[in-house]
Protein backbone atom coordinates (compact mmCIF):
# COMPACT_ATOMS: atom_id res chain seq x y z
CA UNK A 1 0.00 0.00 0.00
CA UNK A 2 1.80 2.72 -1.31
CA UNK A 3 1.77 5.96 0.81
CA UNK A 4 0.19 4.37 3.97
CA UNK A 5 2.84 4.40 6.74
CA UNK A 6 3.17 1.68 8.90
CA UNK A 7 2.13 4.06 12.19
CA UNK A 8 -1.03 5.03 10.32
CA UNK A 9 -1.82 1.05 9.29
CA UNK A 10 -1.34 -0.07 13.18
CA UNK A 11 -3.36 3.17 14.80
CA UNK A 12 -6.23 2.00 12.55
CA UNK A 13 -6.44 -1.44 13.26
CA UNK A 14 -6.00 -0.69 17.03
CA UNK A 15 -9.10 1.87 16.27
CA UNK A 16 -11.12 -0.82 14.50
CA UNK A 17 -10.25 -3.47 17.41
CA UNK A 18 -11.47 -0.63 20.04
CA UNK A 19 -14.56 0.05 17.76
CA UNK A 20 -15.17 -3.99 17.82
CA UNK A 21 -15.54 -4.34 21.99
CA UNK A 22 -12.54 -6.16 22.02
CA UNK A 23 -11.54 -6.14 25.75
CA UNK A 24 -8.87 -3.11 26.45
CA UNK A 25 -6.25 -5.78 27.75
CA UNK A 26 -6.07 -7.62 24.32
CA UNK A 27 -5.97 -4.45 22.59
CA UNK A 28 -3.16 -3.50 24.59
CA UNK A 29 -1.38 -6.46 23.89
CA UNK A 30 -1.90 -6.71 20.81
CA UNK A 31 -0.23 -2.65 20.19
CA UNK A 32 2.41 -4.18 22.35
CA UNK A 33 1.49 -0.62 25.12
CA UNK A 34 3.24 -1.08 28.71
CA UNK A 35 0.21 -0.61 30.25
CA UNK A 36 -3.06 -0.38 29.69
CA UNK A 37 -3.67 2.89 30.16
CA UNK A 38 -1.57 3.99 27.46
CA UNK A 39 -4.42 2.09 25.44
CA UNK A 40 -7.42 3.95 26.80
CA UNK A 41 -5.39 7.13 26.66
CA UNK A 42 -4.56 7.13 23.26
CA UNK A 43 -7.62 5.76 21.75
CA UNK A 44 -10.43 7.43 24.25
CA UNK A 45 -11.76 8.34 21.11
CA UNK A 46 -12.86 5.37 19.90
CA UNK A 47 -14.73 4.62 23.41
CA UNK A 48 -15.78 8.19 22.97
CA UNK A 49 -17.55 7.90 19.47
CA UNK A 50 -19.57 4.54 21.12
CA UNK A 51 -20.63 6.54 24.47
CA UNK A 52 -22.36 9.04 22.00
CA UNK A 53 -24.00 6.72 19.97
CA UNK A 54 -25.52 5.41 23.39
CA UNK A 55 -26.72 8.60 24.44
CA UNK A 56 -27.98 9.63 21.02
CA UNK A 57 -30.43 6.11 22.03
CA UNK A 58 -32.22 8.32 24.57
CA UNK A 59 -32.92 11.55 22.11
CA UNK A 60 -36.73 11.48 22.09
CA UNK A 61 -37.24 9.41 25.38
CA UNK A 62 -36.28 11.59 28.07
CA UNK A 63 -38.84 14.09 28.13
Do not use: C, F, W
Not at 18 to 28: I, K, N, T
Request: no cysteine; charged share 20%; glycine share 6%.
Amino acid sequence: MPGVRLHELRHTVVSLLMELGVPPHVVQAIARHADVKVTLKVYAHANLDAMRQALGKLDGRVS
